[in-house]
């Protein structure tokens, strides 16, 4: 069975809340939800991870190596335009990582616009709401495929 890790980063747990004209009013409750039953469908296993502290998302990615994860969704959120410590994480550990933006970064602020995160993931989908997630799924699992 595969393993994938679905990492999200700073106020991704506060979807619903914050800018719902922006990220919408599904929750992150739903969220988790979506992603349970799109493992359930692939028979896949898929853990979620949430926190607002860019040092946990590293022992996070670092813990996607220790225990063999397959593949890696990340949603670095605002760490995405500048934590070089979650880029080399990513480039350290060496999994297929896709990374997921709900909003369309490159329609907002300039300074979102630049992900340093990207070159080291094998794609990136921004701009699709919480779909995102699943399309970034359907991505590893596919990419997984194609590698056996």
């Given at each position: 069975?595969?393993?994938?890790?679905?990492?999200?980063?700073?106020?991704?747990?506060?979807?619903?809340?914050?800018?719902?004209?922006?990220?919408?009013?599904n929750n992150f409750e739903y969220l988790k939800k979506i992603i349970e039953e799109k493992a359930q469908?692939?028979?896949?296993?898929?853990?979620?991870?949430?926190?607002?502290?860019?040092?946990?998302?590293?022992?996070?990615?670092?813990?996607?190596?220790?225990?063999?994860?397959?593949?890696?969704?990340?949603?670095?959120?605002?760490?995405?335009?500048?934590?070089?410590?979650?880029?080399?994480?990513?480039?350290a550990v060496n999994i297929p990582t896709i990374e997921v933006h709900i909003s369309n970064?490159?329609?907002?602020?300039?300074?979102?616009?630049?992900?340093?995160?990207?070159?080291?993931?094998?794609?990136?989908?921004?701009?699709?709401?919480?779909?995102?997630?699943?399309?970034?799924?359907?991505?590893?699992?596919?990419?997984?495929?194609?590698?056996?």
């Amino acid at each position: 069975m595969k393993k994938l890790m679905v990492i999200n980063g700073p106020n991704i747990n506060f979807l619903g809340i914050r800018e719902a004209s922006i990220y919408g009013n599904n929750n992150f409750e739903y969220l988790k939800k979506i992603i349970e039953e799109k493992a359930q469908k692939e028979n896949i296993s898929i853990e979620c991870f949430q926190s607002n502290s860019e040092g946990a998302i590293v022992d996070r990615i670092q813990e996607c190596y220790h225990n063999k994860i397959d593949g890696i969704v990340i949603n670095p959120a605002a760490y995405t335009h500048y934590s070089i410590a979650i880029r080399d994480a990513l480039s350290a550990v060496n999994i297929p990582t896709i990374e997921v933006h709900i909003s369309n970064i490159h329609k907002r602020e300039e300074f979102r616009h630049k992900s340093v995160t990207a070159p080291v993931c094998v794609g990136q989908i921004a701009g699709l709401g919480l779909k995102g997630y699943i399309l970034a799924i359907d991505g590893i699992l596919g990419y997984l495929n194609e590698k056996e």
